[in-house]
């Protein structure tokens, strides 16, 4: 099993940032990727950003792209979102998500940090 724990969720005003962190521990033996989504009050999942383990390749969502940048620590197991001029759209609980090969979905998810924009 895996299990991860989201941090560094909080309230921030427009056009500031925040870092949110998710540690990995358990069977961390085969991350292939991992992934940050987030949930806004009243609609859907959505991804975020992503990272694979392997060679550090990236991917973002339109919406985030030039605003956040995820990144991990592989000594630690880590990966981090850094998120740069906030708007309130970007209000939603942030979930890290692990996959451990290309095929798998998203096994594997954290219980999400609360992150609040105001206007």
């Known amino acids: 099993q895996v299990q991860l724990v989201e941090s560094g969720g909080g309230l921030v005003q427009a056009g500031g940032s925040l870092r949110l962190s998710c540690a990995a521990s358990?069977?961390?033996?085969?991350?292939?990727?991992m992934g940050w989504f987030r949930q806004a009050p009243g609609k859907e999942r959505e991804f975020a950003a992503a990272i694979n383990w392997n060679d550090d390749s990236t991917r973002y969502a339109d919406s985030v792209k030039g605003r956040f940048t995820i990144s991990r620590d592989n000594a630690k197991n880590t990966v981090y979102l850094q998120m740069n001029s906030l708007n309130p759209e970007d209000t939603a609980v942030y979930y890290c998500?692990?996959?451990?090969?290309?095929?798998?979905?998203?096994?594997?998810w954290g219980q999400g940090t609360r992150v609040t924009v105001s206007s």
């Open positions: 998500a692990l996959k451990k090969d290309l095929i798998a979905a998203y096994g594997y």
């Open positions: 358990g069977r961390t033996f085969s991350i292939y990727r």
